[in-house]
């Protein structure tokens, strides 16, 4: 049985890693990531989570270009923006933690170390305390990412530390080679291992994005899609937008029965206070 609870999509417009070159509608600039935010919001999405880039389209955690790119979308709709404070690899912590400055109602929130590919994705204790107390000082909702099971723990101790507050919000990543596979078995295993009353989504990569999302769907959870985690609509066609990776998780919504949640639904179902 479908659980009756609205689902929320996240749409990630745009990450840290995909070029123009591997996918040509990639919004890139302020104007273009605001404009594929409002898209994506008409089409069914509550949440962008949003990576900034540079005028040369490299990654950026620059502060003022994500306050150009937050004013912008707030300027068309009411979707709420999540900032990444992972950023891109290379980027030092003083840098990933530039978004939380412009006080958003939602950012992410890492909670380990982990294999990115060819590259280390660095999250000592230190830095995630770090973004978790500034995140809470702030009163931003965390999405606690997880790329492996130990980052649940180290979300857990959060909580016994007093920095985090339940009901949590999990988003797994799943299918990051070096990190914990996009198979079904990993997702239910995931879900099984979080405390009863959190929320989570789920982000499958790649190939794994179509089937994660679906069975995520049927279990009550959540579902993230978006030219940050995958660029094709099907084997080998390119996605015309993130709006239609939004566009066909509506439809299986539907299909299954779940009805999707506006933003304010979405700030209900999480705890976000405006």
Same mark, same amino acid.
């Given at each position: 049985?479908?659980?009756?609870?609205? %689902?929320?999509?996240?749409?990630? &417009?745009?990450?840290? *890693?995909?070029?123009?070159?591997?996918?040509?509608?990639?919004?890139?600039?302020?104007?273009?990531?605001?404009? $594929? #935010?409002?898209?994506?919001?008409?089409?069914?999405?509550?949440? =962008?989570?949003?990576?900034?880039?540079?005028?040369?389209?490299?990654?950026?955690? @620059?502060?003022?270009?994500?306050?150009?790119? /937050?004013? /912008?979308?707030?300027?068309?709709?009411?979707?709420? &923006?999540?900032?990444?404070?992972?950023?891109? =690899?290379?980027?030092?912590?003083? $840098?990933?933690?530039?978004?939380?400055?412009?006080?958003?109602?939602?950012?992410?929130?890492?909670?380990?170390?982990?294999?990115?590919? /060819?590259?280390?994705?660095?999250?000592? *204790?230190?830095?995630?305390?770090?973004f978790a107390l500034e995140m809470k000082k702030r009163g931003i909702k965390p999405e606690i990412e997880v790329f492996e099971r130990g980052m649940i723990e180290n979300a %857990?101790?959060?909580? /016994?530390?007093?920095?985090? $507050?339940?009901? %949590?919000?999990?988003?797994? &990543?799943?299918?990051?080679?070096?990190?914990?596979?996009?198979?079904?078995?990993?997702?239910?295993?995931? &879900?099984?291992?979080?405390?009863?009353?959190?929320?989570? @989504? =789920?982000?499958?990569?790649?190939?794994?994005?179509?089937?994660? #999302?679906?069975? #995520?769907? #049927?279990?009550?959870?959540?579902?993230? =899609?978006?030219?940050?985690?995958?660029?094709?609509? !099907?084997k080998g066609e390119l996605a015309k937008s993130n709006a239609q990776l939004v566009e066909r998780i509506v439809r299986i919504a539907k299909e299954l029965g779940r009805e999707?949640?506006?933003?304010? *639904?979405?700030?209900?179902?999480?705890?976000?206070? !405006?």
């Amino acid at each position: 049985m479908v659980d009756t609870q609205k %689902l929320i999509i996240t749409a990630a &417009v745009t990450g840290a *890693e995909v070029t123009k070159k591997q996918q040509p509608n990639l919004p890139i600039t302020p104007d273009e990531i605001a404009e $594929e #935010a409002y898209r994506c919001y008409l089409s069914g999405a509550s949440i =962008v989570h949003v990576h900034a880039r540079d005028p040369e389209g490299k990654p950026t955690q @620059s502060l003022e270009i994500y306050r150009e790119i /937050k004013e /912008k979308i707030e300027a068309k709709c009411n979707i709420i &923006v999540q900032p990444s404070t992972g950023g891109a =690899v290379w980027h030092t912590v003083e $840098e990933r933690i530039q978004p939380l400055y412009l006080n958003p109602e939602m950012a992410t929130l890492s909670t380990g170390t982990c294999n990115f590919g /060819k590259d280390i994705f660095a999250n000592p *204790e230190e830095y995630i305390e770090r973004f978790a107390l500034e995140m809470k000082k702030r009163g931003i909702k965390p999405e606690i990412e997880v790329f492996e099971r130990g980052m649940i723990e180290n979300a %857990l101790r959060l909580v /016994k530390k007093g920095i985090l $507050e339940p009901p %949590l919000h999990f988003d797994f &990543v799943m299918g990051v080679p070096g990190a914990i596979p996009g198979n079904i078995q990993d997702l239910v295993y995931l &879900v099984n291992c979080i405390p009863p009353g959190s929320t989570w @989504s =789920v982000a499958g990569i790649g190939r794994y994005e179509l089937p994660l #999302a679906v069975h #995520a769907i #049927a279990m009550g959870g959540h579902v993230r =899609v978006g030219f940050e985690d995958n660029i094709y609509y !099907r084997k080998g066609e390119l996605a015309k937008s993130n709006a239609q990776l939004v566009e066909r998780i509506v439809r299986i919504a539907k299909e299954l029965g779940r009805e999707i949640a506006t933003p304010d *639904e979405a700030r209900e179902i999480l705890g976000i206070r !405006r």
